[in-house]
């Protein structure tokens, strides 16, 4: 079995809404966990304060806690950070959308129901990318859990689109007749505080990462120091690696309504990182 870690970035007013997410195989997840552990363990030592949770936005500009490290000592742990994701060879999915986009064509009605909150329609096509990439996996059928952040008020309406998903979705993923609607996914998704799912940790950074890179990148929002978006570019790209494959999240080809609904929303620049790693 997999499970599947996510959190989201970005849906909080910036430009770029990010959902990324990790996927672990039960078998190997013990240790993956531990070593995750074990670097919060560290940070302990380093801050001289517990450490029980990390939160990639208030340690990447030294916030809260994390105020008595010096930058280049925090870049480091964000390099060490993404180094090991990599080295682990676990498997990342990651989608992202321009926020104006999507609001502009939420409110004037061209979008469907069930996309209806920015969080959700990150969620529907992150679930519909795994659901693509997984059904080519010999022997996966219905053997992935998606994991969420504690998202309360989205519960209810991902839960529904899990155990009833709308028909515009099924040529996203070309499902046929004799087959179960999002037949890769074993139940509905669950919600966790992060707390005490340290992995939502590491989907977290995956998310941050990338919505810095996408906004730097794009120039919508300007680097703070010199050299920033090098950093975020090195992060990014050492990820993009481990992506799952990049037409199971924004197919080049041959695009369905549904696919282009998610195509035509995405920024250019992840579609072209992720194509290039």
């Known amino acids: 079995m997999k499970l599947i870690y996510a959190d989201e970035s970005g849906i909080g007013g910036e ?72 080295e682990r060879k676990h498997d990342i999915v990651v989608v992202a959308c321009d926020a104006a986009e999507y609001f502009k064509h939420r409110d004037a009605g061209s979008l469907p129901a069930e996309v209806d909150s920015l969080w959700r329609f990150l969620a529907t096509h992150f679930l519909l990318a795994l659901q693509r990439e997984h059904q080519t996996h010999d022997k996966n059928k219905g053997h992935s859990l998606i994991i969420f952040d504690e998202e309360n008020t989205e519960k209810e309406a991902i839960a529904q689109f899990v155990l009833s998903p709308p028909s515009w979705t099924d040529t996203y993923y070309g499902r046929k007749k004799k087959d179960g609607a999002l037949n890769q996914i074993v139940d509905v998704p669950y919600f966790v505080d992060s707390k005490h799912a340290a992995l939502v940790q590491t989907a977290d950074y995956l998310a941050f990462v990338f919505r810095k890179y996408l906004e730097l990148k794009s120039g919508r929002v300007a680097e703070r120091f010199d050299g920033e978006f090098a950093k975020i570019e090195s992060w990014a790209q050492t990820l993009a690696e481990r992506s799952i494959t990049p037409a199971s999240v924004y197919p080049e080809k041959g695009r369905c309504a549904c696919a282009e609904m998610y195509f035509s929303r995405s920024p250019e620049q992840l579609r072209a990182l992720l194509r290039a790693g």
């Open 15 to 86: 430009p770029f809404a990010v959902m990324a997410g990790i996927v672990v195989d039960t078998q190997r997840m013990h240790k993956t966990k531990a070593e995750w552990l074990t670097l919060l363990s560290e940070l302990s030592a380093k801050t001289g304060r517990p450490v029980a949770e990390f939160h990639t936005k208030d340690f990447y500009p030294g916030n809260g806690i994390w105020r008595g490290m010096q930058g280049p000592e925090r870049a480091e742990v964000m390099d060490l950070i993404g180094k090991w994701i990599t």
